[in-house]
């Protein structure tokens, strides 16, 4: 059995981190008023879909790397409109569903909340590493040289 290369230690790590701060920003989000808005409701269910997609891409992530790079980059990309709206709620809401009307009206602006801000954050960075890793041609983090398609 060979040692596992840096790209395979990153990967499943982003994927944890990237886990543990959805599962964060979605607590206490189920079975509330969220959950069944017309804007937040598809939301929150594209955030729990993205969970379930970053386990199955932390078990896949030393079995088969480029399966779970493409799961966890999936993953990744139904989380960020979540986020999205917790940082810009009335841009998203204009862009995404215009006319919208919220219960209770936001302040108008960004909201710069610490939690928001590293997800996103680590969403980008996992994003970077799978997609590194999926269009690699040649195995990551070896000096092995990328094998062309003529």
């Known amino acids: 059995m060979k040692k596992p290369d840096m790209w395979q ?8 981190l990237c886990l543990a701060l959805v ?38 992530s030393f079995l088969i790397p480029r399966v779970s790079a493409a799961v966890g980059l999936a993953a990744a990309l139904l989380c960020i409109p979540l986020y999205l709206f917790f940082l810009a709620p009335i841009p998203f809401s204009n862009i995404f569903a215009p006319g919208h009307e919220f219960s209770v009206q936001p302040t108008p602006g960004f909201h710069w909340g610490k939690w928001t801000v590293a997800g996103l954050l680590a969403l980008s960075l996992t994003s970077v ?13 070896t000096n092995q040289p990328a094998t062309s398609v003529t």
């Open 9 to 16: 230690i990153r990967q499943p790590f982003a994927h944890i």
């Open 23 to 60: 599962i964060r920003i979605t607590w206490g989000l189920d079975g509330s008023e969220f959950s069944g808005g017309f804007l937040t409701g598809p939301l929150l269910s594209m955030a729990d879909f993205g969970i379930v997609l970053f386990v199955l891409a932390l078990v896949a």
């Open 129 to 141: 590493l799978c997609v590194r890793r999926v269009a690699a041609r040649g195995a990551i983090g």
